[in-house]
């Protein structure tokens, strides 16, 4: 009598993950990169494959989403660190004042540089006072996840990520119009 064959596992290690769901991270990447404010100075390919620079060595990936939201979290720092290598180079180094209406653009998808450097500042700030709400921006804004998904990933309600999401997005538009 013949063996069934055993059900393939999930893929764990970051080559194999990045093989199977390649599709959706250059779908990511490309609306990030285009959320940025600059599409035509990073390629889509230069955001992913950056990303995934970062993370090629990880084999400990738990799940689908576990991958997508770390992947997220890194494309945020691949695109905000371009951002700040392009206003050092272009204005000495200095991000400056944001006028209040930047943390509109944010929320709207419009940014700039300055205000993605910005974001990225209020993200670490973020992270530091509530690591899960930082969580919940990274996979909903930067992932694009859905609120199950996300919800799945940390593990809550999807109830619990709608109001999650609402207090982070407050909390950035505040901060960002702070400065």
């Not at 991270?25 to 995934?52: D, F, K």
């Not at 689908?64 to 392009?86: I, K, N, Q, S, W």
Request: glycine letters at 6%; one cysteine or more.
């Amino acid at each position: 009598m013949p063996r069934e064959a055993e059900p393939p596992s999930e893929p764990r290690s970051s080559d194999a993950m990045m093989a199977a769901l390649y599709d959706d991270l250059r779908r990511i990447a490309h609306r990030e990169r285009w959320n940025a404010g600059q599409p035509a100075t990073m390629q889509t390919t230069v955001v992913l494959h950056e990303s995934y620079l970062k993370l090629h060595n990880r084999s400990d990936w738990k799940s689908r989403e576990h991958f997508l939201g770390t992947v997220a979290l890194t494309m945020r720092h691949v695109l905000v660190d371009a951002a700040r290598a392009r206003m050092t180079a272009k204005r000495g180094g200095d991000a400056g004042m944001l006028p209040l209406d930047a943390a509109d653009a944010v929320a709207a998808g419009e940014v700039d540089d300055q205000a993605l450097v910005r974001l990225g500042e209020a993200m670490r700030a973020l992270a530091e006072l509530d690591p899960q709400l930082a969580r919940v921006v990274d996979c909903r804004y930067f992932a694009g996840m859905s609120d199950a998904e996300t919800a799945k990933l940390m593990g809550v309600s999807d109830r619990t990520i709608r109001r999650w999401w609402i207090q982070a997005r407050a909390w950035i538009h505040s901060e960002i119009a702070a400065d």
